[in-house]
């Protein structure tokens, strides 16, 4: 440390370090011995020997006994350090001095006496409370013999005697030990052989295949059951590698577990071995290392296999059977429910081709066989919904602004008997559905509750967002109604379908399996919950996405033509329905070329596409699908537009339009038209 320069007065301070700092620091105005230049010969050279000294020392000096230590002494005053140079003894030690009172008067009176390990009870500021100090109090004359302080050296010993107190219990802890090891050496030999014994009788007699493997795989040693479950003896094995006696197919599974029983507590595995006659039998085995080896317990499971693969093909044969009950059911419901559109049509049409049919009756079932077409075609929709193959047209849909368009329609749906409440988050929710899905979805459901309440009764529908149990977003469209709720028994039917409790003829039973079968078809799920007697509540969740909902993006060009002077290339592999999109279209004033399929429309196309304004093609054809020729259309003809039409395609149900309008069969010209202003802007 660097040595201070000192006044030459304050000479006798030299050599005292931090110490020297604290007396040159502290502000002696007032204080009874004065500044330091003034000090008396015999204090300077007093605090002189304290300062340089390298022992623990304290210097009390005066009739105040004024206290003075060098830096040795520092650690242990803790706070106290920064005032106590110079202060009176009994306000740096307040909390020592009742017991150290009479140690001082015993010095100063000439009784000069050493302390070793004298516990000290102290105040907490500067550590422990339970103290230890080994210390010596001497007196210090001046030169006329009378006493002018006192000289300390002192050490605290605090950690030293919990250590000597710990390392003694230590030794006693130790020594009873002994002891009591000593006893058990009497008896631990006996015990020795008892156990080996013991040992051995359990590898002898155990049912379980037992062997000791080296890391290698090397067997060392295996028990009698070796023989038992597989044949072997023991000198068969000894020396041999394990995995020479496992199947081919399970050898990579096996060294893994091998390496894990040296790495880890133990390993699992089941494994096909080989039976010495040939044949494989099932082993469940159980490794734990010990050193370099491994301890392997192999139980005999290939009775337990046996029942398991005779299980499952039990439950497979009956999982079958149940979807052919269900196919069955399925089935005749349709049949049933087509045959009775079928009769209607059939025989409207067979009424309107009689001459002598009066005219205003004709008109009458000309609508009936129309009527009879859209519910076909409503039944069609929803089997496919169930079965979630129906093809979506998804966009960007504000949830809660979709529910308040539908209002109106609920409200007269469910009419005068039943109270409509509707609760929407004030922040929209946005969800990526097909718009009519949804709102179909919505309305079957309201329907549903107006149903269960018969006509009388409140119904809730709230929108939120929420999280699911992997912290994905969510929209919730809750559907609660006060009803008479649904029996426990019935709740997994409900989303069949063709199921209903509706009275015959009242519902085809098939609106909560388009309900499910959206849901599904969207990435989401519907959940139903009731009470008897308390109602139900229905529960759509589709996934929440970020955007926003996307205007209409086909806007009219410049130059768009209109549909009478539109050119449509028709592509459908459908003679029949390619007449009818021709007829159609001829109808709304658009002049028609048909192609059978992708192929034949590229060659219309490499020999004029100038003349065509649209694209018009079914999605599922012969060759190229509707969706691959789209792409290539898009890519190759930029100008065209393009309206793709399916009753059903896997790739739709799947994947969706890939961006391309999408007319569902069957449509009517109103439909058509409507397609075609949307695309052209009109």
């Given at each position: 440390?660097?040595?201070?320069?000192?006044?030459?007065?304050?000479?006798?301070?030299?050599?005292?370090?931090?110490?020297?700092?604290?007396?040159?620091?502290?502000?002696?105005?007032?204080?009874?011995?004065?500044?330091?230049?003034?000090?008396?010969?015999?204090f300077?050279?007093?605090?002189?020997?304290?300062?340089?000294?390298?022992?623990?020392?304290?210097?009390?000096?005066?009739?105040?006994?004024?206290?003075?230590?060098?830096?040795?002494?520092?650690?242990?005053?803790?706070?106290?350090?920064?005032?106590?140079?110079?202060?009176?003894?009994?306000?740096?030690?307040?909390?020592?001095?009742?017991?150290?009172?009479?140690?001082?008067?015993?010095a100063?009176?000439?009784?000069?006496?050493?302390?070793?390990?004298?516990p000290?009870?102290?105040?907490?500021?500067?550590?422990?409370?339970?103290?230890?100090?080994?210390?010596?109090?001497?007196?210090?004359?001046?030169?006329?013999?009378?006493?002018?302080?006192?000289?300390?050296?002192?050490?605290e010993?605090?950690?030293?005697?919990?250590?000597?107190?710990?390392?003694?219990?230590?030794?006693?802890?130790?020594?009873?030990?002994?002891?009591?090891?000593?006893?058990?050496?009497?008896?631990?030999?006996?015990?020795?052989?008892?156990?080996?014994?013991?040992?051995d009788?359990?590898?002898?007699?155990?049912?379980?295949?037992?062997?000791?493997?080296?890391?290698?795989?090397?067997?060392?040693?295996?028990?009698?059951?070796?023989?038992?479950?597989?044949?072997?003896?023991?000198?068969?094995?000894?020396?041999?590698s394990?995995?020479?006696?496992?199947?081919?197919?399970?050898?990579?599974?096996?060294?893994?577990?091998?390496?894990?029983?040296?790495?880890?507590?133990?390993?699992?595995?089941?494994?096909?071995?080989?039976?010495?006659?040939?044949?494989?039998?099932w082993?469940?085995?159980?490794?734990?290392?010990?050193?370099?080896?491994?301890?392997?317990?192999?139980?005999?499971?290939?009775?337990?296999?046996?029942?398991?693969?005779?299980?499952?093909?039990?439950?497979?044969?009956?999982?079958?059977?149940?979807?052919?009950?269900?196919?069955?059911?399925?089935?005749?419901s349709?049949?049933?429910?087509?045959?009775?559109?079928?009769?209607?049509?059939?025989?409207?049409?067979?009424?309107?081709?009689r001459?002598?049919?009066?005219?205003e009756?004709?008109?009458?079932?000309?609508?009936?066989?129309?009527?009879?077409?859209?519910?076909?075609?409503?039944?069609?929709?929803?089997?496919?919904?169930f079965?979630?193959?129906?093809?979506?047209?998804p966009?960007?849909?504000?949830?809660?602004?979709?529910?308040?368009?539908?209002?109106?329609?609920?409200?007269?749906?469910?009419?005068?008997?039943?109270?409509?409440?509707?609760?929407?988050?004030?922040?929209?929710?946005?969800?990526?559905?097909?718009?009519?899905?949804?709102?179909?979805?919505?309305?079957?459901?309201?329907?549903?509750?107006?149903?269960?309440?018969?006509?009388?009764?409140?119904?809730?529908?709230?929108?939120?967002?929420?999280?699911?149990a992997?912290g994905?977003?969510?929209?919730?469209?809750?559907i609660?109604?006060?009803?008479?709720?649904?029996?426990?028994?019935?709740?997994?039917?409900?989303?069949?379908?063709?199921?209903?409790?509706?009275?015959?003829?009242?519902?085809?039973?098939?609106?909560?399996?388009?309900v499910?079968?959206?849901?599904?078809?969207?990435?989401?799920?519907?959940?139903?919950?009731?009470?008897?007697?308390?109602?139900?509540?229905?529960?759509?969740?589709?996934?929440q996405?970020?955007?926003?909902?996307?205007?209409?993006?086909?806007?009219?060009?410049?130059?768009?033509?209109?549909?009478t002077?539109c050119?449509?290339?028709?592509?459908?592999?459908?003679?029949?329905v390619?007449?009818?999109?021709?007829?159609?279209?001829?109808?709304?004033?658009?002049?028609?070329?048909?192609?059978?399929?992708?192929?034949?429309?590229?060659?219309?196309?490499?020999?004029d596409?100038?003349?065509?304004?649209?694209?018009?093609?079914?999605?599922?054809?012969?060759?190229?699908?509707?969706?691959?020729?789209?792409?290539?259309?898009?890519?190759?003809?930029?100008?065209?537009?393009?309206?793709?039409?399916?009753?059903?395609?896997?790739?739709?149900?799947?994947?969706?339009?890939?961006?391309?309008?999408?007319?569902?069969?069957?449509y009517?010209?109103?439909?058509?038209?409507?397609?075609i202003?949307?695309?052209?802007?009109?």
């Amino acid at each position: 440390m660097n040595a201070l320069p000192l006044d030459p007065q304050l000479a006798f301070l030299e050599g005292g370090g931090e110490a020297t700092r604290l007396i040159l620091a502290r502000d002696w105005t007032g204080h009874p011995l004065g500044p330091p230049q003034e000090w008396p010969e015999a204090f300077r050279v007093a605090i002189s020997l304290v300062l340089n000294s390298p022992e623990s020392m304290i210097l009390a000096w005066g009739p105040d006994l004024h206290f003075f230590f060098n830096e040795t002494y520092f650690p242990l005053l803790g706070p106290r350090l920064s005032w106590a140079m110079g202060a009176r003894f009994d306000e740096v030690w307040a909390d020592a001095l009742e017991q150290a009172r009479p140690i001082i008067d015993a010095a100063l009176a000439g009784q000069t006496q050493r302390f070793v390990d004298l516990p000290w009870k102290l105040d907490t500021d500067r550590g422990e409370a339970h103290t230890f100090w080994t210390f010596s109090y001497s007196r210090v004359l001046d030169g006329m013999g009378k006493v002018a302080g006192l000289f300390i050296f002192t050490n605290e010993t605090t950690a030293r005697v919990h250590a000597d107190a710990a390392l003694r219990e230590s030794q006693m802890q130790l020594s009873y030990a002994l002891e009591e090891l000593r006893a058990l050496n009497v008896t631990l030999e006996q015990r020795i052989v008892e156990r080996t014994a013991e040992r051995d009788r359990m590898w002898d007699v155990s049912p379980d295949l037992l062997a000791v493997v080296a890391s290698d795989g090397v067997i060392h040693r295996i028990n009698p059951a070796w023989h038992t479950i597989l044949g072997y003896e023991g000198g068969d094995l000894i020396g041999r590698s394990i995995m020479a006696l496992i199947h081919p197919d399970d050898i990579v599974a096996a060294r893994a577990a091998l390496a894990t029983s040296l790495t880890e507590a133990s390993s699992r595995i089941e494994l096909r071995m080989r039976h010495a006659d040939g044949h494989d039998e099932w082993i469940a085995w159980v490794g734990a290392a010990s050193a370099y080896e491994v301890f392997a317990v192999g139980r005999h499971i290939t009775h337990q296999k046996m029942a398991e693969e005779a299980l499952r093909a039990t439950e497979e044969q009956l999982r079958q059977a149940q979807k052919l009950e269900a196919i069955g059911q399925l089935t005749g419901s349709v049949a049933h429910d087509f045959n009775n559109l079928l009769t209607v049509i059939r025989g409207s049409i067979d009424l309107i081709r009689r001459p002598e049919f009066p005219a205003e009756r004709r008109q009458r079932h000309m609508d009936a066989i129309a009527d009879a077409a859209d519910r076909a075609a409503k039944l069609t929709a929803q089997l496919l919904a169930f079965a979630r193959r129906q093809p979506l047209t998804p966009e960007i849909v504000d949830v809660g602004a979709s529910i308040t368009t539908l209002t109106d329609m609920i409200t007269t749906l469910s009419g005068p008997g039943v109270r409509l409440d509707i609760d929407l988050p004030a922040t929209p929710c946005h969800a990526h559905v097909d718009r009519s899905q949804l709102d179909t979805a919505i309305v079957n459901m309201a329907v549903n509750a107006r149903d269960a309440m018969a006509g009388q009764g409140r119904l809730t529908i709230s929108v939120r967002s929420q999280q699911d149990a992997h912290g994905k977003a969510q929209v919730r469209i809750a559907i609660s109604d006060t009803g008479e709720g649904i029996p426990a028994e019935r709740l997994e039917q409900i989303f069949e379908p063709f199921f209903t409790t509706k009275k015959l003829g009242a519902g085809t039973g098939l609106g909560l399996s388009q309900v499910f079968g959206f849901a599904r078809q969207s990435g989401g799920d519907v959940q139903v919950a009731s009470t008897p007697g308390k109602g139900a509540t229905f529960t759509l969740l589709l996934p929440q996405i970020d955007g926003q909902p996307v205007p209409d993006s086909h806007a009219a060009w410049p130059g768009a033509p209109s549909r009478t002077e539109c050119c449509v290339l028709v592509v459908e592999d459908n003679v029949e329905v390619g007449h009818f999109a021709v007829e159609a279209l001829q109808t709304l004033g658009c002049r028609t070329v048909i192609a059978t399929n992708a192929a034949a429309a590229l060659e219309e196309l490499n020999r004029d596409a100038e003349r065509f304004d649209l694209i018009f093609s079914d999605v599922m054809m012969p060759g190229q699908s509707g969706i691959d020729f789209a792409h290539d259309i898009s890519r190759l003809h930029p100008r065209l537009r393009i309206l793709l039409t399916s009753g059903y395609s896997q790739v739709i149900a799947d994947e969706g339009s890939h961006g391309f309008a999408l007319l569902r069969k069957p449509y009517t010209l109103a439909e058509l038209a409507q397609q075609i202003d949307r695309l052209f802007g009109g």
